[in-house]
């Protein structure tokens, strides 16, 4: 087993980076751990090019300047595999997207291989090669790391550098360069990966939701998601979702009733329990006008089930005929807003998920379409 090419220092790094600047594309992986704190902790970087690859430690005191100077360089393509993730810790450090970058995960979707395909698909899908999992749930920040653990996390890159060519020759000629790269720009919008507290009460999942529930639970959140950025600890390890929801229904006016809600954790002390009572009594005070609307996705829509099914089999037969994966066209939540007649604004009345599956709903709802099975294979018909 050869060793790795591990960098720890900033003259290795500097003399590394310059090798890279000379590089048309290069494959980037990370390696972090993010169990115990909001913000993830980079680990590893493993960069490679056709012809050279290397790991960088960024766990020693180093100075990581030139690397980031890579990533921001726009004449080198940065390819990731399932990239947010590494995008996000990127943006976290220094602010900023790399560019130009390109998703082989996103790519993959446009090429038939099924719906957020996995590295390891890709690599047996292309290479032949199976990857031996055995290091997969390392605890990265433990040092000395063995070699095969480094070889491992190598193989993120150096596998990847392959890939790319070969997806990107699939794409060209099935003319879905444009496509692609749509979707890739979703990447860089720095808005998915820069929380916004007063937004974060959305994912949070609560059954037949109240508007006045709601308007507590939207202050709470943002107590919460600023509270976890400065103490650096995830969500559920301050207090968890049910447990916001909780509060917000059972409006607790001191702190004993507080302490009776089954589920508060004990790392909150009293100063964080009175703050929790002065935004409910804040938030109570606000007309009900300026309450959040419900969202549209909490609602539960009264649609047909066999509408919505006979929606998926064409949904399913457009996949199929056109190699993209169903996931990456709409969702089984879209449909029911079609059904339930919320059409303005869909994503997949435009572009080219209209020409691919859009531009048909309408036909199918207007009985212009039907399904038959000939040959042992679904066969659209049109009138």
Known sequence: MDKVNIIRDNTTLKKFCKKCINEKVLAIDTEFIRENTYYPILSLIQIASDSFSAIIDPLYDI?????????????????????????????????????????????????????????????????????????????????????????????????????????????????????????????????????????????????????????????????????????????????????????????????????????????????DLNEILKIIEISRKIEPVKWPKVPKNSKKLNVSKASLDLLKLLLSYCSQKSGLAEKLITDADELRLILDGQKEDLEVFRGWRNEIFGKYINLLLGGKIAFTIKDNKLKKIEF
């Open 63 to 271: 100075d990581l300047q030139p690397f980031w100077e890579i990533l921001s360089n726009k004449k080198i393509l940065k390819v990731f595999h399932a990239g947010r993730q590494d995008i996000e810790i990127f943006f976290n450090l220094t602010g900023k997207i790399p560019t130009p970058i390109y998703d082989t995960q996103i790519a993959a979707m446009f090429c038939g291989l099924g719906d957020q395909v996995s590295y390891e698909g890709l690599v047996n899908k292309f290479l032949g090669l199976t990857i031996n999992k055995e290091s997969q749930f390392s605890n990265w920040l433990q040092r000395p790391l063995a070699n095969k653990q480094l070889q491992y996390a190598l193989s993120d890159v150096t596998h990847l550098i392959k890939i790319f060519p070969l997806l990107q020759t699939i794409i060209k000629e099935t003319n879905r360069e444009e496509w692609v790269e749509k979707e890739f720009q979703c990447l860089t919008n720095k808005q998915i990966y820069n929380t916004n507290p007063k937004e974060v009460w959305k994912k949070i999942k609560i059954k037949n939701p109240k508007r006045e529930v709601l308007n507590i639970l939207k202050y709470l959140a943002e107590w919460r998601e600023i509270e976890c950025k400065k103490r650096n600890l995830p969500r559920n390890r301050l207090i968890r979702d049910e447990i916001l929801v909780n509060i917000s229904q059972l409006k607790p006016s001191d702190i004993f009733s507080i302490k009776k809600i089954r589920g508060i954790p004990k790392i909150l002390c009293d100063k």
